[in-house]
Nanobody, 115 residues
Framework: VQLQAFGGGLVQPGESLRLSCVAS????????GGWFRQIPGKEREFVAG???????GYSDSVKDRFTVSRYKANNTMTLQMNSLKPEDTAVYYC??????????WGRGTLVTVSS
């Protein structure tokens, strides 16, 4: 499985950004997948994602501002980020679970929120 994430960039506080992640290869589904983020010097933290047949879950810090979606027809996940804050600045990583239940990561895309 290979994941390619894109859509990061520099935005001002209050603006929006949409990240996309395209999965390719074999032996995976989008039943389990989503996004983490990592600030330099800190651990990678969960942002939003899908787990089995449950509805999407979000961290408290992004709930009501971010929306995660998946499009199984073209193996794509997106993360719509609204009302961005400086503390949302991080490298964002998408993930899926492969057929053996191992989490596979994309390379990451940098989001910078600054005035």
């Amino acid at each position: 499985v290979q994941l390619q994430a894109f859509g990061g960039g520099l935005v001002q506080p209050g603006e929006s950004l949409r990240l996309s992640c395209v999965a390719s290869g074999n032996n995976f589904t989008l039943n389990d997948g989503g996004w983490f983020r990592q600030i330099p010097g800190k651990e990678r933290e969960f942002v939003a994602g899908f787990f089995a047949l449950e509805s999407a879950g979000y961290s408290d810090s992004v709930k009501d501002r971010f929306t995660v979606s998946r499009y199984k027809a073209n193996n794509t996940m997106t993360l719509q980020m609204n009302s961005l804050k400086p503390e949302d600045t991080a490298v964002y990583y998408c993930f899926v679970l492969n057929a053996t239940g191992v989490r596979v990561w994309g390379r990451g895309t940098l989001v910078t929120v600054s005035s």
